[in-house]
Structure formats: C-alpha cells, structure tokens
C-alpha cells in the first residue's frame, strides 16, 4: 500500500512540475553578430487554447527588450472558438511595434475545417496589424535608413502553399542580411543551399514533453528535420543558418517536460 502512495505522490509531483513548466517561458536572446542594428522578437506556437502565459508578461518582455520588429511563426490557435481568446492575447501584447506572421499547420487545419473562418481570422490579423506573408518578401530597414534586411516569409510546407524555390534568387547578392521564417523546420530542406543567414521556425515545441533517444520524433512524428535529430536551438541545414524554437503555448495536454516555453531575440549587425 506505500508503495502505492508513494507512486501516486510522485505521479501528482510530476505532473506540477510538468504544468509549472507550461506556466513558465525563457528569454533567449543572440547576437548574431555582435551587435544591435536591428532587433527582431520571435514568437512561436502560440495554440491560444492551452496557452497558460498570460500576455501582460509577453508585453513587459517586449517593452524590456524594445525590438525593431516582431516575428511569429504560425500555429496561432486550435479551434475556431478560441479565436476571440486570441484576439484577446494579442491585443495585450500590442506595443506599436511591426509585427509580421507566417500560418502553421495548426492554423490550417482550422481553415479546412470551415472555409469561412479563414477570411474572420485574415481579417482580425488586419485589424491588429499583424501582416501574414504568404511566400512573400518584405524589405526591413532600420531606423536611419543605412541596413536593410530581406524578410522571406513562408507559409506551413506540409498544410500551406509550397513554395519556389526561386524565391530565394539572388537576395543574398543584393541584401547583406537574409532573414527567412516559417512554422515547419523542414522548410528548411528545400531552401536552396547557403541562400539565407538564417532561417527561423518553431512547430516541435522542443520535445513538449520530452523522451530519452528522440523517441517522440522517431515514433510519433513524421517531419524529416526531426528525425535527423534537430529539435530545438541552433543547427546547420543546407549550409544554412537555422533556429528552432520551444514556442509558447502546448498541445493535446497542458504540460511540459524539460522544454521550457520561450520568446527568442535576435540582434543583427553587419
């Protein structure tokens, strides 16, 4: 019988644990090199509806960290009936700051599930501010007009629409600072070789709830970055640049196991 308590004592410890991660995230913050002409903030998987981080504290990590501009990489919501929810979080992180977004699968799949809701969203993202790309590029410059970053934004690889490669063409020629992203790290496997100096995405969580061997991604998922071992922080992919990060939120259970929730910032000076 104490065997039988003690296992359901440490049953509930763990489980605490695993919520007090999920309630919890990390400022990650790289210089890329070795400086701050421009300042970008990362957000990522945001799955609004076990998303336990309230936006007041996103606001005062944005407003500490004062960046130029504000990236996230999809995976907004889960079910149309959190979309009010969503919009309630991202206006409280709202700080003037130019915020750009990519869809992930997550996303999609909402939109396949009703086709009439992908316009509703379209149209709140408009209403925020907040510019979805869709295979596009934005050229960023900073404040004194002397750097100017490409933005390739991509949509979701496997729920989106693919894109070209071609899109990559001669950027890296012409701006000094390529930066692309999208939700599925294995976009990364069809930008073209040494096209980039980095590539952002999110979508593993890091392992939300972790497993010795990489065993969720060799059981459970399908994603081929994955399977090659690259789950989370930095990693070189067709002599390109790539960061994956943990994102914010969780999926299916409100826990996590050794993957910290994160917002990333990343300085870039040339």
Known sequence: MKYLIA???FIILLLAYMFIQALSYKTRHYELSGGAEF???HITDIHIGLLFISPSRIKKTIEKTKPDFILISGDFLDHRKHIKKLEKWLKGIECGIPTYAV??????????????FK???MQLMKHLNIRI???EIVVLKNRNNSFAVALVGLDDCKSGVLFNEQIFEGLKEKYKFVLAFSHNPDAALRIPEGS?????AGHFHGGQIWLPFNLEYLLLRKDKVSRMGHIKGFTSIRNNRVYISRGLGTVLIPFRFFSVPEVT??????
């Open 7 to 9: 296992f359901v004592v």
């Open 39 to 41: 300042r970008f903030l």
């Open 103 to 116: 869809l992930g699968n997550h996303d999609h799949l909402c939109f396949q599930k009703d086709t009439n």
């Open 119 to 121: 316009n509703e969203f």
């Open 133 to 135: 790309l869709v295979n």
């Open 196 to 200: 980039i100096s980095l590539f952002i």
């Open 265 to 270: 910032v990343f300085d870039i000076k040339l």
